[in-house]
């Protein structure tokens, strides 16, 4: 089974960066959906960004194009997501998942998803003041 940790949560002012890190452990798929996903309180689970390990294709929600970038260190089994830029209604929890094993979706919406992913970590919190 994967296990996920995230870190590199914090509080930080409107504007500000973070730097993401989500560590995988018992990965052994050459090609696997990963994603971020974020949850306000009151709110549903939403799909952030995704990044699947076969061919390095990324996708981002419209709400963070520009301001996100998602990427990963296969040797460290690391996957990171940089936010500049954050607004305060980003206040939230935010998870890595990884999908289930096999899963491909042919659009960007379909792999922001959440019934995709089987795998989730506890999560980091991320707080923007105004």
């Known amino acids: 089974q994967v296990q996920l940790v995230e870190s590199g949560g914090g509080s930080v002012q409107a504007g500000g960066s973070l730097r993401l890190s989500c560590v995988a452990s018992?990965?052994?798929?050459?090609?696997?959906?990963m994603g971020w996903f974020r949850q306000a309180p009151g709110n549903e689970p939403e799909g952030v960004a995704t990044f699947f390990s076969g061919d390095g294709r990324t996708c981002y929600a419209n709400s963070v194009k520009g301001r996100f970038t998602i990427s990963q260190d296969n040797a460290k089994n690391t996957l990171y997501l940089q936010i500049d830029s954050l607004k305060p209604e980003e206040t939230a929890m935010y998870y890595c998942?990884?999908?289930?094993?096999?899963?491909?979706?042919?659009?960007?919406?379909?792999?922001?998803?959440?019934?995709?992913?089987?795998?989730w970590g506890q999560g980091t919190q991320v707080t923007v003041s105004s």
């Open positions: 018992r990965y052994t798929y050459s090609r696997i959906l």
């Open positions: 998942a990884a999908a289930t094993p096999g899963a491909w979706p042919s659009t960007c919406l379909a792999r922001l998803g959440t019934s995709l992913f089987r795998y």
